[in-house]
């Protein structure tokens, strides 16, 4: 089965489950515009899987947003997204916040 990619907006907080990668994060590009529309968090703890890739996309959504005059919230990142976070040395771009 191929690995894929579910986003769920839900008032405030685009809600995103399975696996972010190269392979599956084309439909979420396509749509970024209408799917953060009145969004400041998107909720990553469903995620099973994020690669370099899909690290870009979400440092690529923060950017947009704050473009926007909005402060997109990162939440729900699990140890490994961290990890990712660390290894690119991205912390203070890409701040992140467990609470779910």
Not at 29 to 45: M, N
Not at 70 to 80: S, Y
Request: proline share 3%.
């Amino acid at each position: 089965m191929a690995p894929s990619l579910r986003f769920d907006a839900q008032q405030q907080t685009l809600v995103l489950s399975g696996d972010l990668d190269r392979e599956t994060l084309l439909p979420l590009w396509q749509q970024r515009e209408t799917l953060l529309a009145g969004k400041t968090a998107v909720d990553v703890a469903q995620l099973q899987r994020v690669d370099s890739s899909g690290l870009a996309l979400l440092v690529h959504l923060r950017a947009q947003q704050q473009r926007q005059g909005v402060e997109l919230q990162i939440i729900g990142a699990t140890d490994r997204l961290k990890t990712l976070i660390t290894l690119y040395n991205l912390q203070e771009i890409m701040p992140v916040d467990t609470a779910v």
